[in-house]
């Protein structure tokens, strides 16, 4: 089983920062990327951004020069520091991992639960 945590959501002002975590853990082999999608109400969920295993990254064009995405791969971990908020940023906010679970296997998707991020005016 493979499973990722997310911390770091809350309440912030407009202008505020946040920074998001994501830790996986579990029966993992190898991640081939770790990223972030938002998804707010009455909203499809979305593309934040991207990191892949060799650091290359990508970013919503929304979010581009706000947001930075990086990782720590002794612990799995990705973060996304989230710089001049707007409410227009207001979501919850899921950790996305594309990881194999063994040699045998071949990639898949596995997500967090979801974490709160809302932006006042």
């Known amino acids: 089983q493979v499973q990722l945590v997310e911390s770091g959501g809350g309440l912030v002002q407009a202008g505020g920062s946040l920074r998001l975590s994501c830790a996986a853990s579990g029966r993992i082999f190898s991640i081939n990327a770790m990223g972030w999608y938002r998804q707010a109400p009455g909203m499809q969920r979305e593309l934040v951004a991207v990191?892949?295993?060799?650091?290359?990254?990508n970013y919503a064009d929304s979010v581009k020069g706000r947001f930075t995405i990086s990782r720590d791969t002794a612990k799995n971990t990705v973060y996304l520091q989230m710089n001049s908020l707007k409410p227009e940023d207001t979501a919850v906010y899921y950790c996305?991992?594309?990881?194999?679970?063994?040699?045998?296997?071949?990639?898949?998707?596995?997500w967090g639960q979801g974490t709160q991020v809302t932006v006042s005016s």
């Open positions: 996305n991992a594309h990881l194999r679970i063994s040699f045998y296997t071949s990639s898949d998707d596995y």
């Open positions: 990191i892949t295993s060799g650091g290359s990254t």
